[in-house]
């Protein structure tokens, strides 16, 4: 499976169509959906931080933009970490046009500004640069995180390989016997392997999903 922090490299389209609410965090559930239970801003999985590690963000500060603070379009799901260091920052007009701003799904291709290499944020545009050093995205310990999550991730997917090239070779011994004896104990290797990787796959579905 992928790399599951990786910035899309096209914007994202919103799907959810909720109705009005009068509290912003009552969105909250619709935007851990809208956002595959993502940051939006440094990627990190909800289901490895935890729900409650998470909240809402408001791409416009409320203080500036008090007619937004319940408006769907300008709310995303961000990690309280995120969403912390982000603040009530709002570029002037002068600082955007500089490249000076935060980058978001919806409106800019996260690609453009923000790539990952292993665990470690590289920032390819003036906005990348500033996001990576307002939020600080290669702080020490997620930089070290997302490297360890990685290789354990890299481990079982070759684990995965190995148990469908065993389940191939199972599948073929078991077609191959000539007796009834060869047969069953070649129908319990193949249904061992083929449990096995079941285990596998459904332990980093667990992760992913």
């Known amino acids: 499976m992928r790399n599951p922090f990786l910035y899309q490299k096209t914007k994202h389209t919103r799907t ?4 009005v609410y009068p509290n912003y965090r009552q969105y909250k559930p619709e ?13 990190a999985l909800d289901r490895v931080k935890g729900y409650e ?7 416009r500060p409320q203080k500036d933009f008090p007619h937004l603070v319940t408006e769907y379009l300008n709310l995303f799901y961000a990690c309280n970490r995120c969403n912390s260091l982000k603040r009530s920052f709002w570029p002037n007009p002068k600082k955007k046009r500089d490249g000076i701003f935060i980058p978001n799904p919806c409106e800019h291709v996260m690609f453009e500004h923000l790539r990952y290499m292993r ?3 590289q920032a390819h545009s003036n906005a990348g640069a500033f996001t990576v050093e307002r939020l600080d995205l ?9 490297d360890g999550f990685l290789t354990m991730l890299a481990a079982m997917n070759s684990k ?4 469908k090239i065993l389940l191939v070779e199972a ?19 193949r249904d061992q392997v083929r449990e ?3 285990e596998l796959q459904t332990a980093l579905e667990k992760v992913l999903d």
């Open 16 to 19: 959810r169509t909720p109705p």
């Open 31 to 43: 935007l851990q959906i809208e956002f595959s239970a993502q940051c939006v801003y440094c990627r």
């Open 53 to 59: 590690s998470f909240g809402v963000d408001h791409y």
């Open 119 to 121: 665990g470690e944020v």
């Open 138 to 146: 290669n702080d020490p310990a997620g930089v070290h995180f997302r």
């Open 160 to 163: 995965i390989e190995e148990a």
């Open 171 to 189: 599948q073929t011994t078991f077609d191959g016997a000539t007796t009834k004896a060869l047969r069953d104990i070649a129908r319990e290797v």
């Open 196 to 198: 096995n990787l079941e």
